[in-house]
């Protein structure tokens, strides 16, 4: 990871860290997930600076070494998509390919629908642009748990920084949607004794350990749990940009009511008309970090296939 490049930029009253690699004149720019940082992206931004592109991964605002927001009560989840647009222009960069992974793709679709001249292409991970029926889920939803205030506090304050982030990688690791029992909370889902996935490293544990011990959980937790914030005013909601959205066939997000329903049925195609769909069959919701060789591989035959 050495020759991955670090800096600091400042971004709409807020210093963000960025890595980077690669000095091609396209550029692939990575928006990642919770709880994830510019680290999870690691073998993709190698793999496309080595296929000549250039590549930028930030640390969203209130994850890693990026500064909190400044005012939490106004957070808002267009501050991701505001911030990814600011980094264009701060690089210069005219236009791009935008990568997302969970929340990250959400970003990735608004800004492309908010500023579409602006992104070559989208890749997105584990996340169809779709709508799903969240209110089907009982209340021990881990979405719905962690929103309740002083919930998540309360349940992670029993454990150390590496527990908690472990913990959270093990059950979004499976394949079944964390949901709690009345009497239990989000961490009681994993046994003490679990280990984490064994395409984690103990240095790539220590590497998130370090960094949520420098953020906390809170400011990451913000948004997209804590804080709803604002929504655009978007009168058509279609994708104008080539999509490839890569699914791991065994990620959890797949039972979320009306996911599956809106992909095999060819739905998502009503709002994202130039879609195609990968499945990796034993992929889970970390898919880039678990099979990276075949991510990678996807990546790059699509932004090829559009061209540098």
């Excluded at 692939?28 to 600076?49: C, D, K, N, T």
């Excluded at 990814?84 to 222009?89: K, M, S, V």
């Excluded at 990568?99 to 996340?127: C, E, N």
């Excluded at 590497?207 to 420098?214: F, K, V």
Aim: glycine share 8%; proline share 8%; net charge negative.
């Amino acid at each position: 990871m050495d020759q991955i490049q670090h800096k600091y930029l400042d971004v709409r009253g807020v210093k963000l860290h960025v890595a980077e690699i690669g000095t091609g004149p396209t550029v692939v720019l990575f928006i990642h997930g919770f709880p994830e940082i510019w680290y999870s992206w690691r073998h993709q931004m190698i793999a496309v600076a080595n296929a000549g592109y250039r590549a930028i991964a930030p640390d969203l605002r209130g994850y890693g070494l990026s500064e909190h927001h400044p005012q939490p009560e106004k957070a808002s989840f267009m501050d991701f998509v505001e911030d990814t647009f600011a980094i264009l222009d701060s690089f210069q960069i005219g236009k791009a390919f935008l990568i997302g992974k969970d929340f990250g793709s959400w970003a990735v679709y608004l800004l492309s629908l908010l500023h579409p001249t602006r992104v070559s292409g989208i890749v997105s991970l584990g996340l169809p642009f779709f709508l799903p029926s969240y209110q089907e889920l009982p209340e021990g939803f881990y979405s719905f748990r962690w929103k309740e205030p002083g919930r998540a506090e309360a349940d992670f304050v029993r454990f150390d920084v590496k527990t908690i982030w472990k913990n959270i990688y093990i059950l979004f690791s499976g394949s079944e949607i964390p949901i709690a029992e009345k009497d239990k909370e989000i961490m009681d889902l994993v046994d003490p004794s679990s280990l984490p996935p064994p395409w984690l490293t103990e240095e790539d544990l220590a590497i998130y350990t370090s960094s949520y011990e420098n953020s906390g959980f809170d400011s990451p937790m913000l948004i997209p749990y804590k804080q709803p914030g604002e929504k655009p005013a978007i009168s058509n909601p279609k994708i104008e940009v080539p999509v490839l959205l890569v699914m791991g066939g065994k990620d959890y997000y797949l039972k979320v009511p009306g996911i599956e329903k809106c992909l095999t049925s060819g739905e998502v195609k009503e709002y994202v008309p130039d879609l195609e769909i990968k499945f990796l069959a034993d992929g889970t919701h970390f898919i880039q970090e678990q099979f990276p060789d075949q991510v990678n591989e996807l990546i790059i035959s699509f932004t090829n296939k559009l061209g540098k």
